[in-house]
């Protein structure tokens, strides 16, 4: 299974554009990626998910670079309610089990006034 | 309101009391899945469900049970619980996983927290 890499831990500051990068490397060529987060011992949340093209939701940005082997969420103008940990995953398809989600450590995002 | 719940949300226990976690969705959705977080070891599946009457083991299955006998529901079971199942568990569940072209996004409950002592 294709494993994600992401640093620990990131600071930005409120109001500004907080960019979290991923590293997948070994991803294949129809496996998703994937982004939640989790707040605080919360429920993990659903936040963007993309294949080969950028992609834009109400939340984030989502940018994959053209070989895949990378991404970048954006949250464009963090708040301080945007401090949460941040998984990447890779979406892993298998035709007996379905997809599955496996989530790595997670980069802890805190957002600063 | 869509939502997966959970029930209870926190729980102490003994070692060796049975247990049961309940967990239900209103989403009438096919995939349902159990999750325990660790610190320093994120969240790993401990059984999944594709379907009513189908589950399957995950990554960490060793101590728990679970049953699908209707399609919102998907209890988690500790026969025997032990202290090394002291642990943080999600439910989560999704429309179907079952295609490689789907992309359906995984909707998680709000947490149980078992102490067993």
């Known amino acids: 299974d294709a494993k994600t890499t992401q640093p620990t831990s990131m600071d930005c500051a409120e109001g500004r554009a907080a960019n979290l990068p991923c590293n997948h490397s070994?991803?294949?060529?129809?496996?998703?990626v994937y982004w939640y987060r989790q707040i605080h011992s919360q429920g993990p949340q659903y936040i963007i998910h993309?294949?080969?093209n950028n992609e834009t939701n109400e939340m984030a940005s989502l940018i994959i670079t053209e070989d895949r082997k990378s991404s970048t969420l954006i949250l464009p103008h963090a708040t301080l309610r945007d401090t949460a940990v941040y998984y990447c995953i890779v979406r892993v398809y298998r035709e007996t089990s379905g997809s599955r989600l496996t989530f790595g450590e997670g980069t802890q995002l805190t957002v600063n006034p | 309101e869509a939502q997966v719940t959970q029930n209870p949300r926190y729980l102490i226990t003994v070692t060796g009391k049975k247990l049961t976690v309940t967990c239900s969705q209103n989403m009438n959705h096919e995939y349902m899945s159990w999750y325990r977080q660790d610190p320093g070891l994120g969240l790993r599946q401990i059984y999944y469900s594709m379907n009513v009457e189908v589950t399957d083991k995950g990554d960490v299955p060793e101590g728990y049970k679970v049953s699908r006998k209707e399609k919102r529901n998907f209890p988690l079971i500790l026969e025997s619980p032990s202290p090394n199942q002291t642990s943080l568990y999600f439910c989560?569940?999704?429309?179907?996983?079952?295609?490689?072209?789907?992309?359906?996004?995984?909707?998680f409950g709000p947490g149980t927290r078992l102490t067993v002592l």
């Open positions: 993309g294949l080969k």
């Open positions: 070994t991803i294949s060529g129809n496996e998703y």
């Open positions: 989560a569940s999704s429309q179907g996983e079952g295609t490689p072209a789907s992309t359906d996004t995984q909707y």
